[in-house]
Nanobody, 114 residues
């Protein structure tokens, strides 16, 4: 399983970015799909997750600003990030869990400048 993340970059406070993750496998029935982030010297934390049925879960710090979605037909999932804040600066990783194994994308840098 390979995951390819894209869409990171430099944005000003209050701006928006959309991260994309393309999977090399069919994601239709995969329940464990999500986005994580990891800042320098920090642990990798869950940002948002989505089940195969479309139920979502968000970290408190991003609720109301970020939206996770999936496009099963394209084997892709997304993280729409609005009203970005400096504390959102991090490397973002896409993740999926399949047959008991966890797979990670390569990470994409998001930098929010004030």
């Amino acid at each position: 399983v390979q995951l390819q993340a894209s869409g990171g970059g430099l944005v000003q406070v209050g701006g928006s970015l959309r991260l994309s993750c393309t999977a090399s496998v069919t994601i239709f029935s995969i329940n464990g799909i999500g986005w994580f982030r990891q800042g320098p010297g920090k642990q990798r934390d869950l940002v948002a997750a989505i089940t195969s049925g479309g139920s979502t879960n968000y970290a408190d710090s991003v609720k109301g600003r970020f939206t996770i979605s999936r496009a099963n037909a394209r084997n892709m999932f997304y993280l729409q990030m609005n009203n970005l804040k400096p504390e959102d600066t991090s490397v973002y990783y896409c993740n999926l869990v399949r047959a008991g194994s966890s797979y990670w994308g390569q990470g994409t840098q998001v930098t929010v400048s004030s």
